[in-house]
């Protein structure tokens, strides 16, 4: 038995009480905790040691013990083993005797015993000093990993988001979804179920369940926290229970001003297409800056409304949640790093989602090798990163891709450089690309020594296309649609009959027509999706649920192209073959 676990032994069998804690600390102690909380553990390090070669008893103690912490703090192991094995743990009480534990047990997991730190580390979340806590639940999900409880580390993991940085909370975000990913369906939803009411993990967990298709056990906690405002009508058998007095905020004008006109008429389109109760409308300028946001919402609030739909620009979402008073609850049309306030929720037609919604498309059909194609476009880029993420989280993998110009027009070095690199071990080829380089992509595949595979795209193989003659060459290929753009829903109008009439309509406008469609009904049913963890709404711009997260999360229905023209691929395969003569 080694030095550590030979002081862990004494450790427990004292229980870790004080036999004879120190009750006052030199001003010297205080000046090193100082060093060591504004971040200069390695000084901190030093002045601990000298002090503890001039002390005795249990202020040496005491001392080594926070030597050693500061020591593996600064990242110098081998010091920080040093200080520790002069310490006696009878001596050490509260904090110290907390550190101790959590030294012994980082000690223990890079020796490669991590199933007895497991033992040391399992201690209520209220016993960790806060001091300690982040390092804790670190060390506590390196040990659970390590024996194979992936779910118990990801829950570890999730304790420890909340204490960091933003950069280093988006890694560990990454990092549980891929603990979790790993899991199987049954322990999946068993560990959900067994998980304590109001744990973070649960909408981690919640969002996995949700993306498999698998009931969630319970509400997210965050349906609490939505205002039920008892002057309201209680709710429809449905659900629906729309605010009594809406503000819309929307900019009137710059640059985002054209999106908005689209968003505002297919929000007033589903409005009147609503006959029950309906609220009041107001709308207000939100201008396109974070002011203008801000200062719309707090016009809105003093005029008293009861909800908030908008603003639509993503600086000015931002500004918003960012506010520690929003007492009234926003449906933001945009998302942003800053998380949703309780009762609030943000919607958008992000490339992200399309990307997961490929990369889920794929899984679903067992299809887990794919060679990726993109371009030097924003959403491209964002679009393939999402796939990406996803795509590796459920065991997919990407075995090649590269960036494809709209230049063009051969290909065939890139093509081939592709094909050589994936070793022809794919069973998929995955698209983000707009229409003239993904049709002259088609078009090379097959000559270039591409087997015939299932495409799938996402919704930017529309942006330069509508030419039934030219973009027969797509064939085939499938992505991620609007429902409304495919067959009729809630009543709307025809899109294509309405296209032809009211400009918002028709083009590009069409999708943002149908998302303030959908921010109405989002309006009218949130309470009901807040609520309750089986409840969908089937919108303009597909199914509609709200995450633990405050995101409206969105299953696209989706289109394949036959003859030219896109059709609904309703019976869910795809594609490897053109398919022609479909409408």
Not at 506 to 515: D, K
Request: proline share 5%; glycine share 10%.
């Amino acid at each position: 038995m080694n030095r550590i676990l030979a002081l862990l032994l004494i450790l427990f069998i004292a229980g870790c009480a004080s036999t004879g804690g120190v009750t006052e600390l030199p001003p010297e102690v205080r000046g090193a905790d100082q060093l060591l909380a504004s971040g200069h553990a390695r000084e901190a390090a030093q002045s601990y040691a000298a002090q503890a070669a001039a002390a005795s008893g249990a202020l040496h103690d005491l001392l080594e013990v926070r030597a050693a912490d500061a020591w593996q703090v600064a990242g110098d192991s081998q010091s920080a083993r040093r200080a520790f094995a002069d310490v006696n743990p009878k001596h050490l009480a509260g904090e110290d005797a907390m550190r101790f534990r959590l030294l012994s047990a980082e000690f223990i997991i890079a020796d490669g015993h991590a199933a007895q730190a497991v033992g040391y580390l399992n201690v209520a979340d209220v016993a960790i000093p806060l001091t300690l806590r982040a390092r804790w639940h670190r060390a506590h999900a390196t040990a659970l990993e390590a024996i194979g409880d992936r779910f118990g580390a990801a829950a570890q993991l999730a304790l420890l988001e909340p204490l960091q940085s933003r950069r280093d909370a988006a890694a560990t975000r990454k990092h549980i979804q891929t603990l979790l990913a790993a899991l199987d369906d049954a322990s999946l939803a068993h560990g959900s179920a067994a998980l304590p009411l109001g744990h973070p993990l649960y909408v981690h967990a919640g969002r996995m369940l949700t993306a498999r298709g698998l009931a969630l056990p319970h509400p997210y906690t965050r349906g609490a926290g939505f205002p039920s405002d008892h002057s309201r009508p209680p709710a429809d058998e449905d659900g629906y229970r729309p605010p009594l007095k809406l503000a819309l905020l929307l900019p009137t004008s710059g640059s985002v001003a054209i999106a908005a006109f689209a968003v505002r008429d297919g929000f007033m389109t589903a409005y009147y297409a609503e006959s029950r109760r309906r609220p009041e409308i107001h709308e207000y300028d939100s201008a396109d800056n974070a002011g203008g946001a801000i200062a719309a919402y707090r016009k809105a609030v003093e005029d008293g409304n009861d909800f908030v739909v908008g603003p639509l620009g993503r600086e000015q979402v931002a500004a918003l949640f960012k506010q520690s008073d929003a007492p009234v609850p926003i449906l933001a049309l945009n998302r942003s790093a800053e998380s949703a306030p309780p009762g609030s929720v943000s919607f958008s037609l992000a490339p992200e989602d399309e990307g997961v919604a490929a990369a889920e498309r794929l899984l679903r059909k067992g299809l887990r090798r794919t060679i990726a194609f993109t371009a030097r476009d924003d959403n491209a880029v964002r679009a393939l990163a999402a796939f990406r993420e996803a795509y590796a989280q459920r065991g997919g993998s990407i075995v090649a891709e590269a960036v494809i110009s709209d230049a063009g027009p051969n290909y065939a070095s890139i093509l081939r450089a592709a094909l050589d690199k994936s070793g022809d071990q794919y069973d998929a080829v995955f698209l983000a690309l707009k229409a003239p380089a993904a049709r002259l992509l088609a078009t090379q595949l097959s000559s270039n020594g591409f087997r015939a595979v299932p495409r799938v795209s996402t919704s930017l193989i529309l942006s330069g296309g509508g030419n039934a003659r030219l973009d027969q060459e797509l064939d085939g290929i499938e992505y991620p649609e609007l429902a409304w753009l495919l067959h009729q829903v809630n009543g709307l109008p025809d899109s294509a009959t309405l296209g032809s009439r009211l400009p918002s309509a028709h083009g590009g406008g069409a999708r943002l027509f149908a998302f303030g469609a959908d921010a109405f009904r989002l309006a009218a049913y949130l309470e009901s999706l807040a609520t309750d963890p089986q409840a969908v709404v089937r919108g303009a711009t597909g199914d509609l649920r709200v995450d633990g997260f405050g995101n409206v999360l969105r299953d696209s229905d989706w289109a394949v192209f036959s003859g030219g023209r896109t059709r609904s691929a309703q019976d869910g395969a795809l594609q490897s073959e053109p398919v022609r003569g479909g409408r």
